[in-house]
C-alpha cells in the first residue's frame, strides 16, 4: 500500500489522530481525485451497511441442537431434578408459620395419653389379636369364586396392591385370606384371576370409588374380634 | 432455557461444556443471525450457508472442551465459520483461487482481474444497487471477501480479525482496502448507467 493508500485506510477506519485528521482533510479539500475516492469508500460502507441480513431459518436452533449435543436419557433428568441444589427463601411470615408447626406438633406429643393402657384393653378384648401388635384386629375376608385361578385382595390396608395379599382357595369355591388391620375404616376390591376387580359382596357397606364403581367398606373397631 | 437468560458467553459456554443443552441452545440462538450471515455473505447465494453455519455450531460444541476461554467465544467461532467456508469454496474452485497463506494475494488479484474482465456487461441499470453490491461482494476473491465481511458487515475490529484469521493487522488492512477499491470500481458501473 502508498502511504496514500495507508492514510485513506486509516481515514476511513477513523484511526487518523485530531491533527492528522485535518491536515488529511485539508487535503481533500485540494485534491479532487482523492475527495472522490473517499467519498465513494464512504458510500460504499453506507451501502453495505444497508444490505439485507438473512434471517435464522425456523427451527435452526433446535436441530443445531439436537445434532450438536445427545440428549440425556430420561432418568437423568428425575435424578437431577433430586440431586439439584436449591436455595430456600424465607421471610418472617413463613419462618412464624414453621415455628407455629413445630410448636403445635411438640404440644401434640407431650399431651399425647399413654398408650400402653389402651392397647392391653384391646389385646384382652379382642380374642384373637395378636401379641406382638396389641391393637391389631385379625379380620378375615371370604369370597366365592368357584373356578378362578387366583383371587387377591387390593385395598388401603395394602397400598391398593393385590400381589400383597392373595387369597387362599378353600372348600366350595370360597376363597380366604386372614389379614392384621389396626382400627379404621378400609376400601378394598378382590381381584380374581388377575384382572378382574369386583366389590366383596358380603360387605355391610360400600361406597363410591369416584370411577363409576364402588368398593367394599371394612369397618374395623377395636373391639371387634373379626368381621 | 429461561435459566441461563440473560447470561454471558462465558457462563454458557462453561455449563455447555458441562453438557447442558439449554445453555447451548442460548449461545446458538445468540449468535446464528451472524454467523448464517456472514457464511451467507462468504459463501454467496448458492452456498448452503445454513448448512454451513450449522456444521460450524456443531462442531464449536464438539471442540468446546478445549475451548480455554482466553479469546471470546464470538471469535473463536467465527474463526470455525471461516474455516467452514474455506473448505467449501476450496472444493467448489480449486484451480482458480489458492485460499493458503503465501501468495494469497497475488492469486486474488488475478482472480478478481478474471472476474472483472468477464462481467463487464452486467445488466446494471435493471438491478438495485444493493444487488450489485452483494454481486460484487460474491466476486470478490476469497481472502478480500473475508477480510471485508469480518470488516463491514460483522463490525469486528482490526485485533479480532486478526485472531480470527490468523493474518496480521497490515496484510488485513490492505486487503480491505484492495476490497474496497474493486468493489467501489465494480459499482461504478452501476452509478455510470443508472
Known sequence: ?227 | MTSHAGADDTTLVRASQRGDRDAFGILVSRYAPAIIGMTARMLGPAGDAEDIAQETFVAAYRSLSSFQLSSKFSTWLYRIAVNKCKDVLRARRPAVVSLDDGDTDEAAEESWQAVDDQTPHWELEQVELAWELGKGIDALPAVYRESFVLRHIEGLGYDEMSEVLGVNRDTLKMRVYKARTLLCRSLAHVVKQS
Request: proline share 8%; net charge negative.
Open chain 1, 1 to 227: 500500500m502508498t502511504d496514500t493508500e495507508r492514510l485513506v485506510q486509516r481515514f476511513i477506519d477513523q484511526e487518523l489522530s485530531p491533527e492528522e485528521r485535518m491536515r488529511f482533510v485539508a487535503r481533500l479539500g485540494r485534491d479532487a481525485a482523492l475527495r472522490q475516492q473517499v467519498i465513494d469508500f464512504e458510500q460504499l460502507a453506507l451501502d453495505v451497511s444497508r444490505l439485507p441480513r438473512p434471517g435464522v431459518p425456523d427451527g435452526f436452533v433446535e436441530r443445531v441442537v439436537a445434532e450438536a449435543v445427545p440428549a440425556p436419557p430420561a432418568w437423568r433428568g428425575v435424578v437431577n431434578a433430586l440431586l439439584r441444589p436449591r436455595t430456600f427463601h424465607w421471610n418472617l411470615a413463613s419462618a412464624g408459620a414453621v415455628a407455629c408447626l413445630v410448636l403445635i406438633g411438640l404440644a401434640g406429643l407431650l399431651t399425647r395419653p399413654a398408650v400402653a393402657p389402651d392397647a392391653t384393653t384391646a389385646t384382652a378384648a379382642t380374642s384373637t389379636t395378636a401379641a406382638t401388635a396389641p391393637r391389631t384386629v385379625l379380620v378375615r375376608l371370604v369370597v366365592v369364586r368357584p373356578g378362578a385361578a387366583t383371587v387377591a385382595v387390593a385395598g388401603d390396608f395394602n397400598g391398593w396392591n393385590p400381589a400383597r395379599t392373595p387369597l387362599e382357595p378353600g372348600s366350595n369355591g370360597a376363597w380366604v385370606v386372614t389379614i392384621p388391620l389396626e382400627p379404621g375404616r378400609y376400601e378394598y376390591m378382590f381381584v380374581v384371576n388377575g384382572q378382574e376387580w369386583i366389590a366383596d359382596p358380603f360387605a355391610a357397606e360400600r361406597t363410591a370409588d369416584g370411577f363409576g364403581s364402588e368398593n367394599a367398606v371394612l369397618d374395623v373397631r377395636p373391639d371387634a374380634g373379626a368381621v
